[in-house]
């Protein structure tokens, strides 16, 4: 029987009940739904859809104004007259001043733009204080949340975009001066000359396109309608049918927190994700697919990444038992609204937590109380819990070896940093070797069942043939097969093509219909 088959009541507790068994569990507390698929599954994430990532769709951001000047944008400012650039002295706590280029910390020379309006914006340094002036003009950052003395404007030359100047908020421009301190004293005349010391070249070093850049961008009024539209067009139900009909039975679908506080949402974000992921699981329900719901943003992100809706890269998510709580009232939302649907198979309880800063302590306490709210529920339904970027993928076992219908979480990609320089043939054994090994670690007798929640034939080898990135493909279907739970691609749609599943599956790269 194939994977996208669907299975009577009494297979389906067969398998459950033999995977429970083979890995110790008692099978109490944990009921299947008929249209749950067989494990393990093969599925597909439909990123980009509900929570936005950017590089998935770039042109989302292409009616943004100024959208070089996002939420999350890391900008530096050299002094033309001095050769000396803006520094947060110690990185924050302390004064703004000009450092020359020789001698330059670029950590404490980069400010974060939180956005007001398209010229309109806060700065944030490294230490997370803000940039203000004080009474006497002095240019300070020590601010631990941004008010009028932290409200600034980017003024630009028509000829040079990145040819800038600084209003301050006492309307005076900020100013280099001879002994490299910065005072917000300036006039507004000047000929944009290299000798002016109000003149700077603004470099952007890094930037973010997620939800909230996209919502905080447009503002709210522009950026309902576009995401709706999004919603409405970027997956459909021929989507679902495409997906049933080439040898997947189910989809994992990401959400933002922001989803539980629907139809108003906090500023920025935008009302209405939830009638998306409604119809969903109607279009699940018609074609058979189990779905997993997965919180990829958490309240005050849980990674610093644009994909979970980060405002500028910081990650607050576990700091305070008050998040925790929040995004275990997200769980709870979630799982009362879905809890009875016969397709609901997954609950991901969060999607990639960075360690150190989601502490095993909190994630624990957090997990727990999230199985909990799941159970009240939905006590047929898995509970995956992602292990933590940059931590032990084994480190969750013992705690989520006693709850049944636990799923420990991994993703696997084969294009950081570890894997440059390497031949198509070195991707293909550190495949077969490494990450081989390590999902046979997670799958022993005892564990929770392993799920490959990320994946993609995505690699560093340039030049690559279509044979070998079939091969890439074949190896990690024949690997990650291996997971108790099954696998999930990232992700359906991307404009690059080896991230699309349905371009990969369409062009040959890729076959499940076996």
Known sequence: MTSGHRLSLEHIWLVVALCFLAHGKTTSGLRPHVSHPGLPIRAVSLGGWLVIEGWILPSLFDGIPNKDLMDGSSLQFRSLAWNANLTAEQGGGAAVVAVPDSQINASYATFKVWRIDETTINFRVLNKQFVGVGSNGAVLATAAAPGQAETFKIV???????????????????????????????????SWGDDDPSVFAMTKVGDMHGEFQLCNGYGTAKATPVLRNHWNTFIVEEDFKFIASNGLNAVRIPVGWWIA??????APFVGGSVYALDKAFKWAEKYKLGVIIDLHAAPGSQNGYEHSASRDGSQEWGTTDASIAQTVQVIEFLASRYGASPSLLGMGLMNEPQAPGATLDSLRK??????????????????VMSTRLAGDS???????GGLPGAVIDVHYYVFNTTFTNMTAQQNIDFIKTNYAADLRDLSTRNNPLSFVGEWVAVWNVPNATKAE???????????????????????????NNYWSLEWMIKNGYISLKH
Do not use: C
């Not at 084994?394 to 989520?400: Q, T, V, Y």
């Not at 990650?480 to 359906?492: D, E, H, K, M, V």
């Open 156 to 190: 630009r030359n028509a000829g040079d975009k990145n040819r800038v100047r600084i209003r301050a908020p006492n309307g005076r421009f900020l100013q280099v001066k001879r002994d490299y301190s910065v005072t917000a004293d300036h006039g507004e005349s000047t």
């Open 261 to 266: 506080s629907e139809p108003n949402p906090p």
């Open 366 to 383: 957090y997990y727990k109380a999230g199985y909990d709210a799941v159970r009240r529920h939905a006590p047929r339904t898995y509970v």
């Open 394 to 400: 084994g480190e969750l076992l013992p705690f989520a």
């Open 469 to 495: 990135y079939q091969r890439l493909a074949q190896v990690q279907l024949e690997v990650y097969g291996q997971a108790t739970f099954g696998w999930a691609y990232w992700t359906l749609k991307n404009v």
